[in-house]
Each structure stands twice: as C-alpha cells, then as structure tokens.
C-alpha cells in the first residue's frame, strides 16, 4: 500500500517558531499530498509536490521531497495559534492514495 | 475550484438500522470516488474506491455487505452502512477525484450509533 508516516506523532511549539514534520514512504510515487485537518472536521489539501520537484513553497509553507530517499518534509514558519490541526502526508501512486497516523500540531499563543 | 458536498454532516441512529451518507461533486465529474473511515486520534483509513457505473473496489477487512457503495453517476457516490452498530460510530469522509482538480474531500459525516 502507498501509506505514508509521519514523524513526529506529536509537536507542540509556541507561535512565531517553526514546525516540521516529516513523512516515509515504501513504494514509488506520482506525487506527495500534505493535507491538514482540524479537529473532527473534513480534510483541507495544502500543497502536492511531484516527484519530479525538490522543493515547492506555498505561503508560510514549505515541501521537499527526496525520492531517493522516499521522504518528505512539511514546514511551516512563523507558525499561529490557528495553525493547530493534524497534519497527514499522502503519497499518491496510480489512483492509490492513503493516509499515515498524522502529526497533531499545538501551536500555543 | 472544485467542491464536494458531503451529507449529512453528523447522523445519530439507532442500532440496527442503516444509514445512508452522500458524496456530490459540485462543479465537476469524478470518475473515481473513494471512502475513508477515521477513528477518534486515529488516521483516515481508506475504506473503498468507487468507479462510476461499476462495482467498489473494497480493502482488505471491509465488509462490503455492510458497507454498500453506489456510484451510479459521475457527480454522486452514496455509502450505506447496514445493520449499523456503536462500532460503526466514527468519522467518515468522501473524496472525489477529479481530472482538472486532483483530489477533493467532503467535510466528512459524524455518524454516532446508539
């Protein structure tokens, strides 16, 4: 399956700093999703990186993607109250596209 | 952009009886629709993938005889849940697949059985 791991499970930081979590994958992919979800609501799509890009900026977002070694990282900077949420990497393969664990975010004001 | 209109947004049953969520794409076709459940902490766990005018791909573990999916046309996919139980209660979410737009997710259906 094309299921992605997030790392850590949990990151808890004070607004203004910096968050990054990361993300592995075992299969070969077409592209990386990163979607965020507040909690029990549905699930807001942020960013996809394909394969092919190293790095993509989105806002106060940014992706790399290294499918050598089938990682990927999320970081958001100057990080806000309103950005507490878990976050999921989605690798996407062929139609295929599953979720790992999620890092839950806690941005403290 | 493109929008998935997902019904209802929360559903109290009681044991045993079968409920119905919608999942419309609003402005453009999707071939493909795919069914997650999510559990409280926990991750989306992808249930089924949908193809318009045939029948749903289901995962491994998924009972497809309690969880009935239709994909009768290219802008809706409804998931049944039959005989529900308590454990049923979770978190389910639709996504719509889209060619201009990639993936689109509704905001997902609460449903709690008693």
């Known amino acids: 399956s094309q299921q992605g791991e997030e790392d850590p499970q949990a990151l808890s930081i004070q607004e203004g700093e910096n968050a990054t979590m990361n993300c592995s994958y075992k299969?070969?992919?077409?592209?990386l999703q990163w979607y965020r979800q507040n909690s029990g609501r549905g699930l807001v799509h942020l960013i996809l990186i394909r394969s092919n890009e190293r790095e993509k900026h989105s806002g106060r977002l940014r992706v790399t993607l290294d499918t050598s070694k089938k990682s990927s990282s999320l970081l958001i900077t100057a990080s806000r109250a309103a950005d507490t949420a878990s976050y999921f990497c989605a690798p996407y393969n062929n139609n295929d596209m599953r979720f790992g664990a999620g890092t839950r975010l806690t941005v403290k004001p | 952009g493109a929008v998935v209109s997902q019904h209802p947004s929360w559903v109290i049953c009681k044991s045993g009886t079968s409920v119905k969520i919608e999942c419309r794409s609003l402005d453009f076709q999707a071939t493909t629709m795919f069914w997650y459940r999510q559990f409280p902490k926990q991750s989306l766990m992808l249930m089924a993938t949908s193809n318009e005018g045939s029948k749903a791909t289901y995962e491994q573990g998924v009972e497809k005889d309690k969880f009935l999916i239709n994909h009768a046309s290219l802008t809706l996919s409804t998931l049944t849940v039959t005989s529900a139980h308590p454990e049923d209660s979770s978190f389910y979410i639709c996504?719509?697949?889209?060619?201009?737009?990639?993936?689109?997710f509704g905001s997902g259906t609460r449903l709690t059985v008693v």
């Open positions: 996504s719509a697949l889209g060619d201009r737009y990639g993936y689109t």
């Open positions: 299969t070969s992919i077409n592209n």
